[in-house]
């Protein structure tokens, strides 16, 4: 009884789940002076992950029949080179492998939502961890951090095709032009406006996209797992409490199954994007 009058409120449970390993509490919603350490961990062990598969299937790469990993790992770079030679209408070794490192490691990040919510942070308490996080992507400092690299990276393209000029100009005399350069100099005001907003709504666009699906796909996760929070055990094997149960695993399941599909696509389109932006960067004119 003193078990089931102190079980967490659903609003509770799911406050407590989206509650982060930080060393201080964050003020706005993006503060970059906080530290998750938990975003930390899990990003450095993904991130691990994909390159000891990518270096252990380098090391045993065979030219005869390839083993299953072998074929997998073959197929996904040969998908992700064929994205970048559409898209990237230029010459540079660094957009395959940056593509190709940004689709597995969010990918990675996004499959993490398919862990068990409670399993984890059940696991992290034992070792008196309180609160933990392991979805990467549902931290805004973390899916900001990729987007702002990125977007560095769009800056240096810039500039390095166009020079300094070029790419103060193209924020400057577009996209109302005059052949009057006295009308021009009034227009340029209103053209910076205008290509900046479109220009800073990239790094935005891309990591508030990939955060609010994941977070979204999270808290369905939540709110299925809270459908039988706090209930007794009498409850439980009731017949209602049977029914509770079969339907939070059927919901559960069919959620799960959907979920791969937006993990993956959102990958996909933070992939895509990026090879967008950067060969919108790398052209001349």
């Known amino acids: 009884m003193a078990a089931e009058e102190h079980a967490p409120g659903a609003t509770e449970y799911i406050l407590h789940h989206q509650s982060f390993l930080s060393n201080k509490a964050a003020h706005g919603i993006v503060d970059f002076s906080v530290v998750n350490y938990d975003t930390v961990f899990f990003s450095v062990v993904l991130a691990l992950v994909f390159f000891g598969l990518f270096w252990m299937v380098a090391r045993t790469v065979t030219s005869g029949v390839p083993s299953k990993t072998q074929n997998f790992i073959e197929t996904l770079v040969s998908f992700v080179d064929g994205q970048v030679r559409e898209t990237f209408h230029g010459t540079s070794r660094l957009i395959a492998p940056l593509a190709l490192t940004i689709f597995c490691w969010i990918f990675l990040f996004n499959f993490m939502d ?85 220009f800073l709504a990239r790094p935005v666009s891309l990591a508030l996209r990939l955060y609010g699906n994941l977070y979204a796909g999270e808290m369905i996760f939540l709110l299925l797992a809270a459908l039988t929070l706090g209930k007794g055990l009498d409850f439980l094997i009731s017949f209602g409490g049977a029914l509770s149960l079969v339907a939070q695993v059927i919901l559960g399941l069919a959620w799960s199954i959907f979920h791969i599909l937006v993990i993956v696509l959102q990958a996909f389109i933070f992939m895509v994007l990026t090879i967008v932006y950067l060969s919108m960067a790398n052209e001349h004119h």
């Open 114 to 198: 398919l862990v068990p919510v409670d399993l984890l942070p059940w696991l992290a308490r034992g070792g008196g961890i309180e609160h933990l996080k392991v979805v990467p992507s549902t931290d805004l400092n973390a899916t900001f951090a990729m987007s702002l690299s990125v977007f560095a990276l769009i800056i240096f393209y810039s500039i390095k095709m166009k020079g300094v000029g070029g790419f103060i100009g193209e924020l400057t005399l577009n996209p109302f032009r005059a052949k009057n350069w006295a009308v021009q100099a009034l227009l340029v005001p209103v053209n910076f406006i205008l290509e900046s907003v479109t």
